[in-house]
């Protein structure tokens, strides 16, 4: 299915970071003013193009250099900036490994964390060590969904490796959101696409959403195309990608709603059936609020009313009371969040609303039995990405 964005897209629609959320959705700047500031931006984006470009060139020649660990290192990225439904791809990557018997570690870089320390052990895969805000809500998500996995985060992504590798054995490190962090080289790098994002639409920060140009796909090893269900459009965007990389094997993953969970752990889970049989408002703090209302309304859920707040974003208990009481009067009966948004959800307060915490899962279909051949494939080879081609 294909879903339209929602009015309000973002907490604020009108500021600059709202506008350029539209424009990547595919509208074009509107009015003289919005035009004006397009072309601003367009010109600061040649400068960022200029610096990444340079950037690229110094790993190339061997300038900078990449540092690398004793034990494969999978990269799981993006091209953007924003939500591309990451989590749950690495989530699935480590889990895969681990049901094998590997010692995984998954190393991010904590974003929005408030611990100090330049390395923290989220989790040892043993027991969790270290609370949300300290960790940082991905990881913290990650280091809950998957027990028997080291979760590390830092900065500096080669030495937070090393503590995954040297402190919890880890001999094998997923690096989460780690395509523009080479300083720490890899085995594979594996892209990820959001169905959502119309291709033709996007432009180079702060224009647009991508933090490298497209030829940055020269360097993956594979693409997956994430949030398919909800989204036409694949097709075109693969044909240019393909004309960039043509070496890239692609893969398609679907979102889906796996439970549905109150975010006081006192109440009862509720149904899919459930959550269709009375309207409701959804509120979130990810990267593309988009995905998330049209998860719920893919499955049937009848939402009268939106919020998103910024990406990694700490509401305040107030702020909450006041948004859930404008649902509430909007003729919402429940609230759902997303599992990052529940890392970050101030405690032990009562709402006007009953609130649902949606846990989400990817789905990759009648790809599931490749993308894990793929993966296997990985440990015992060092990848070049020449080498990605597989026989579907």
Excluded at 93 to 99: C, K, L, S
Excluded at 154 to 171: H, I, N, V
Excluded at 253 to 277: F, H, K, N, Y
Excluded at 350 to 356: A, C, E, G, M
């Amino acid at each position: 299915m294909s879903i339209s964005p929602p009015s309000d897209t973002t907490s604020d629609p009108f500021s600059i970071r709202g506008k350029i959320l539209r424009w990547a959705d595919g509208s074009p700047p509107h009015g003289a003013t919005e035009r004006l500031l397009a072309a601003g931006l367009r010109a600061a984006s040649m400068l960022y193009g200029t610096a990444a470009a340079a950037r690229a060139i110094a790993f190339h020649t061997g300038l900078k250099k990449s540092n690398a660990v004793d034990c494969p290192v999978i990269s799981v990225g993006n091209l953007t900036t924003g939500g591309t439904g990451k989590t749950p791809i690495v989530i699935e990557i480590a889990r895969h490994y681990r049901d094998m018997g590997r010692r995984v570690a998954v190393v991010s870089r904590g974003y929005r964390r408030e611990a100090t320390a330049p390395v923290l052990v989220v989790s040892d895969g043993h027991e969790i060590l270290a609370p949300a805000r300290e960790a940082g809500d991905e990881p913290s998500l990650i280091a809950r969904a998957l027990p028997g996995v080291a979760v590390v985060v830092g900065a500096r992504r080669y030495d937070a490796a090393r503590t995954a590798r040297d402190r919890c054995k880890a001999d094998l490190i997923v690096l989460d959101d780690g395509f523009q962090h080479r300083a720490l080289a890899r085995d594979c790098d594996l892209i990820l696409w959001d169905s959502l994002r119309p291709l033709e639409s996007l432009a180079l920060l702060p224009r647009g959403l991508l933090r490298e140009s497209l030829a940055g796909l020269r360097r993956a090893h594979a693409l997956i195309f994430t949030r398919s269900n909800l989204a036409t459009g694949n097709r075109k965007a693969l044909a240019r990608i393909k004309r960039i990389a043509p070496h890239l094997i692609v893969f398609e993953s679907s979102l889906e709603i796996a439970g549905l969970r109150p975010l006081d752990s006192a109440s009862d889970p509720i149904t899919l059936v459930d959550a269709t049989a009375q309207p409701a408002a959804a509120l979130c703090g990810i990267g593309n609020p988009t995905s998330f209302w049209g998860l719920l309304e893919a499955a049937g859920v009848r939402l009268v009313w939106k919020r998103a707040f910024p990406d990694h974003y700490r509401p305040s208990r107030n702020e909450i009371q006041t948004a859930l009481g404008e649902a509430e009067a909007a003729g919402a009966r429940r609230a759902f969040i997303t599992e990052k948004d529940a890392q970050n959800m101030p405690e032990n307060s009562d709402y006007p609303l009953p609130v649902f915490v949606v846990t989400a899962r990817n789905s990759f279909g009648s790809d599931i039995a490749l993308f894990h051949a793929f993966l296997d494939r990985i440990p015992n080879l060092n990848l070049q990405p020449a080498d990605c081609e597989l026989t579907r």
